[in-house]
């Protein structure tokens, strides 16, 4: 695989994970359908109960890079995830909420590093420098830093937010890798193997963004039963999980640029890429 083409259009997939999300699904669809670059909305529903199939399958009609994939059971939304990697086609694969918590107008920023071919990886951290963040629960906030902490210290990473949900992957990093937590573990299992990665030369960026915070009035979904198990799998996937276990084959090797170096011998700026592994 070459560099990516800062010219190429058609480069993104957005996977979006549902469950029961009838009053914002319309809204963030149509706020992703405007980012540049976008090739596909690849849509999971876990099991909704309410109008959010209904509301998919009409937007699936609507327009057509929206596919709308339906579960009849609920599994999780680590499930739905790693079945919307699978049915991605792009060179980049980013994570949307339905819940308009993140805004889709900051995808730009956060996908560039890796158009710019600086990155393999980019998370968004709520806790860098941003325009807004509503302000909420500070259990939550302590539990995300305990958590980003303790997964730090296993992947030697200086990670600000491992629980964000804006994630973006190289389409062949993400659908080549092998999930297997359940429930919300995937943030925790993601960053354990992407690590992995960064110790053969993968680039693991973070970009700040935006967070508006729902309450558990307003619908959020995660307890403290997933901070439990979330500790479980950052001890799993580091210590007991190794790379040949983590991916389906190794992602192929890509050069990636890297800033220029100046060599005052040769009196110039020198860019040498290097391969993932």
Same mark, same amino acid.
């Given at each position: 695989?070459?560099?990516? *083409?800062r010219d190429?259009?058609? +480069?993104?997939?957005?996977?979006?994970p549902v @469950?029961?999300?009838?009053?914002?699904?319309e809204?963030?669809?149509q706020?992703?359908?405007?980012?540049?670059?976008?090739?596909?909305?690849?849509i999971?529903?876990d099991g909704?109960?309410d109008?959010t199939?209904?509301?998919?399958?009409?937007l699936?009609?609507? @327009?057509?890079?929206? =596919?709308?994939? =339906?579960?009849?059971?609920?599994?999780?939304k680590?499930? /739905?995830?790693k079945?919307?990697?699978l049915l991605? &086609?792009?060179?980049?694969v980013?994570?949307?909420?339905? *819940?308009?918590?993140? *805004?889709?107008?900051?995808?730009?920023?956060?996908?560039q590093p890796?158009? *710019?071919?600086?990155?393999?990886v980019?998370?968004?951290?709520r806790f860098?420098? =941003? &325009?807004?963040?509503?302000?909420?629960?500070?259990y939550?906030? %302590?539990?995300?830093?305990?958590?980003?902490?303790?997964?730090? %210290?296993?992947?030697?990473?200086?990670?600000?937010?491992?629980?964000? +949900?804006? &994630?973006a992957?190289?389409?062949?990093?993400?659908?080549?890798?092998?999930i297997?937590?359940c429930?919300?573990?995937?943030?925790?299992?993601?960053?354990a #193997?992407? /690590?992995?990665?960064a #110790?053969?030369? +993968?680039?693991?960026?973070?970009?700040?963004?935006?967070?508006?915070?729902?309450?558990?009035?307003?619908? #959020? &979904?995660i307890g403290?039963?997933?901070? !439990?198990?979330?500790?479980?799998?950052?001890?799993?996937?580091?210590?007991f +999980?190794?790379?040949?276990?983590? !991916?389906r084959?190794m992602?192929?090797?890509v050069p990636?640029?890297?800033?220029?170096? @100046?060599y005052?011998?040769? #009196?110039? !700026?020198?860019s040498r890429?290097i391969p %993932? =592994?």
């Amino acid at each position: 695989m070459k560099y990516l *083409d800062r010219d190429r259009h058609n +480069c993104l997939s957005v996977v979006i994970p549902v @469950y029961n999300e009838e009053s914002t699904l319309e809204a963030v669809v149509q706020r992703v359908l405007t980012i540049p670059n976008l090739l596909e909305i690849v849509i999971v529903d876990d099991g909704s109960t309410d109008r959010t199939p209904a509301i998919g399958f009409e937007l699936t009609d609507i @327009y057509p890079q929206v =596919r709308f994939i =339906r579960n009849h059971q609920n599994a999780g939304k680590t499930a /739905a995830l790693k079945q919307g990697f699978l049915l991605t &086609k792009g060179d980049i694969v980013i994570v949307q909420d339905a *819940d308009l918590e993140y *805004d889709p107008e900051e995808i730009p920023q956060l996908i560039q590093p890796i158009i *710019d071919n600086y990155a393999d990886v980019v998370y968004g951290s709520r806790f860098l420098v =941003r &325009k807004a963040a509503r302000v909420l629960y500070f259990y939550h906030y %302590l539990g995300n830093k305990v958590l980003t902490f303790l997964s730090n %210290l296993f992947t030697n990473l200086n990670m600000t937010d491992v629980e964000t +949900c804006y &994630k973006a992957f190289r389409g062949d990093i993400i659908r080549n890798m092998l999930i297997t937590s359940c429930g919300f573990g995937f943030e925790i299992e993601v960053t354990a #193997k992407v /690590a992995k990665l960064a #110790k053969m030369g +993968c680039a693991v960026y973070e970009v700040p963004i935006s967070y508006y915070g729902r309450t558990y009035e307003e619908g #959020k &979904k995660i307890g403290l039963k997933d901070g !439990f198990a979330a500790l479980w799998y950052i001890f799993y996937f580091n210590v007991f +999980c190794g790379l040949a276990a983590s !991916f389906r084959k190794m992602p192929e090797s890509v050069p990636r640029k890297i800033k220029p170096k @100046y060599y005052p011998k040769r #009196k110039k !700026f020198i860019s040498r890429a290097i391969p %993932l =592994r």
